[in-house]
T-cell receptor
Framework: DGGITQSPKYLFRKEGQNVTLSCEQNLNHDAMYWYRQDPGQGLRLIYY???????QKGDIAEGYSVSREKKESFPLTVTSAQKNPTAFYLCASCYRDRGHSSYNEQFFGPGTRLTVL | GQNIDQPTEMTATEGAIVQINCTYQ??????LFWYQQHAGEAPTFLSY????GLEEKGRFSSFLSRSKGYSYLLLKELQMKDSASYLCAVRDQGDYKLSFGAGTTVTVRA
């Protein structure tokens, strides 16, 4: 039963605290992504990783950090430097290139809703 | 970078047809995706276009014109469960990043 899991579903944090969001996939996907979604806005890319032990900043990386020590896992840490961390966080993964027979579409996890109190 | 525009909201009647337009300006193009997202849930993949023309999948169809930077998603025989947000996303060449539009909220009324 393959898929992407994110935990926890809801997370509350006090200002000034770092928090780590989990993302695990057993789809054998090469690439993994973290997005942030705010009300009325599209998904904005925070960080992405195309292979193990390598990752790149997305459009809104400030105040976030990631690691990719295993192919299956891509945790996101929201640091106290992130000014407005309250949001819905989505993790996604996909194959890098499966040829013309595949769309290489991104599959999404169920998301984590982070609220800073 | 990518600039992707789609209408904010659309309303239609059950059984009707709705067309959601998406225009984009890109520095590179390697395909356009449509996703459906119900409130509070993850986006799910609907369709993919990389060549010009129409792709049909059951009640959903998607069209692409690369020269015009334009796509649309056509939803036929609307059902109440189709009430959701529909996201247009363009993929960059080379690094497989997706850039998303803000989404179009479709409300289906009885």
């Amino acid at each position: 039963d393959g898929g992407i899991t994110q935990s926890p579903k809801y997370l509350f944090r006090k200002e000034g605290q770092n928090v780590t969001l989990s993302c695990e996939q057993n789809l054998n996907h090469d690439a993994m992504y973290w997005y942030r979604q705010d009300p009325g806005q599209g998904l904005r890319l925070i960080y992405y990783s195309q292979i193990v032990n390598d990752f790149q900043k997305g459009d809104i990386a400030e105040g976030y950090s990631v690691s990719r020590e295993k192919k299956e896992s891509f945790p996101l840490t929201v640091t106290s430097a992130q000014k407005n961390p309250t949001a819905f966080y989505l993790c996604a993964s996909c194959y890098r290139d499966r040829g013309h027979s595949s769309y290489n579409e991104q599959f999404f996890g169920p998301g984590t809703r982070l609220t800073v109190l | 970078g990518q600039n992707i525009d789609q209408p904010t909201e659309m309303t239609a009647t059950e059984g009707a047809i709705v067309q959601i337009n998406c225009t984009y300006q890109t520095s590179g193009f390697n395909g356009l995706f449509w996703y459906q997202q119900h409130a509070g849930e993850a986006p799910t993949f609907l369709s993919y276009n990389v060549l010009d023309g129409l792709e049909e999948k059951g009640r959903f169809s998607s069209f692409l014109s690369r020269s015009k930077g334009y796509s649309y998603l056509l939803l036929k025989e609307l059902q109440m469960k189709d009430s959701a947000s529909y996201l247009c996303a363009v993929r960059d060449q080379g690094d497989y990043k997706l850039s998303f539009g803000a989404g179009t909220t479709v409300t289906v009324r009885a």
